[in-house]
């Protein structure tokens, strides 16, 4: 039994990975916390139900989901975030503002959609494999498989691309960033897409392995991911992963010992243990503005 919760929290923890990745990608750039994430995730998952149903096929409904909720954060970005900065908003001001567009998305969601839970078909449905007494299920294989390749593409772009160079520079000092020739405008638009990207890929995941999609399924989804960024470090992107891991085992192991009803505070728990204990996080640094 607690076998098999251990594999259902590190799939789970996964998905939250991811979204915690798109926290931590813009935390690194602009020092925002971006909280209308979570509503971008569901509207990922609502673009992916609407590929599926008009039968594109696997591969072309998943490139447009991605595409889609990418252009979606470029944007948020660009219509409501960069004429904000360029007047030098306060961070108060635009965390606000993201808030106020989440409620927005939520709500479109809402009246295209409709307000009722609508299936989603099943996704790499290929059988179970069984280990040691531990049934893995192929889409749990494939939700391992798909998020591993994102994160090692994501390291590969951050790590050993032009891009990711500007992109740690512009983090560091946008100012200087800006001297040595290097468009932070560009790169800030290239993060919110990579952002919106990895909320895409877990909204697809999660609509196929749970079946269902709804227009309010990014808020709590957001806030846990949001506690799994806070608990690696936030703006570290290995630590999103450490802590999305970690926050969906206990939450596996809270249903498992504590009943389903005391899961959803498991990841809240954490995150106040860890502003409690180490509010810089894991892997995060103590000054923020060295992250």
Known sequence: MIAQQLVYGVILGMVYALLAVGYSLVFGILRLLNMSHGSVYAF?????????????????????????????????????LAPLRARNAPNITLLISVTGVSYIIQNGLMLTFGSTRMPFPKIFDYGNITIGGVTITSTQLSILIVTLLLFAILFLITNCTKMGL????????????NL???DVRKVVTFTFFLSGMSAAVAGYMIAGYYEMVYFTMGTAAGLKAFAAAVLGGIGVLYGSVAGGVIVGIAEAMATTFLGSNYAEASAYVILFLVLLLKPSGLFGKDNLEKV
């Open 44 to 80: 990922g998952a609502h673009m992916a139900l609407m590929a599926v149903t008009l039968t594109w096929g696997l591969p072309a409904a998943f490139i447009f989901t991605i595409v889609a909720t990418g252009v979606l954060n470029v944007v948020i970005n660009n219509v409501v």
């Open 166 to 177: 500007a992109m740690r520079c512009s983090s560091q000092n946008p100012k200087a960033a």
């Open 180 to 182: 040595v020739g290097i």
